[in-house]
């Protein structure tokens, strides 16, 4: 993997990690502001149980800061990995929050958290498809 795919991953890395990690970290301290700030109306109760997706989306986000943290010279097993599984994580993620959505399960404006968990995971399948971290770094 070259020098510049390398610094354009490590960017993405904290971009998406501080993404999450920030969110996560809002919903877990502060949950009904959170929904609030994104336009949500209906407020998940009880509020324990959105700390508790707090915290899986800061692990998220802290799983991709985990190996920026290391900077730009991780392996690409490393970084292919972590690409995989949150890759997957988004994509179910996007398929859930959309059906529920499509059954009214959830409001409307629940798509942006739908349609931003599908962004970063169609790059990420994309990178991973199209070799981006090169053979057996």
Do not use: H, N
């Not at 020098?3 to 993404?19: D, H, K, L, P, S």
């Not at 959105?50 to 998220?60: I, N, P, S, T």
């Not at 349609?115 to 971290?133: E, I, N, P």
């Amino acid at each position: 993997m070259d020098a510049t795919v390398r610094r354009w991953i490590w960017w993405y890395q904290v971009a998406a990690g501080g993404c999450d990690a920030a969110t996560g970290l809002l919903l877990v301290a502060a949950p009904t502001m959170t929904l609030g700030l994104m336009g949500l109306t209906v407020k998940p109760e009880p509020l324990a149980l959105v700390r508790y997706v707090g915290v899986f989306v800061l692990a998220v986000g802290l799983s991709y800061l985990w190996l920026a943290a290391e900077g730009p010279a991780v392996s690409g097993d490393r970084w292919r990995t972590q690409w995989q599984i949150t890759a997957l994580v988004r994509t179910l993620v996007a398929l859930f929050v959309s059906w529920q959505v499509a059954v009214g399960g959830l409001e409307a404006r629940w798509l942006s958290v739908a349609a931003t968990d599908a962004t970063f995971a169609a790059v990420q399948w994309l990178g991973l498809s199209r070799g981006w971290f090169g053979d057996g770094e």
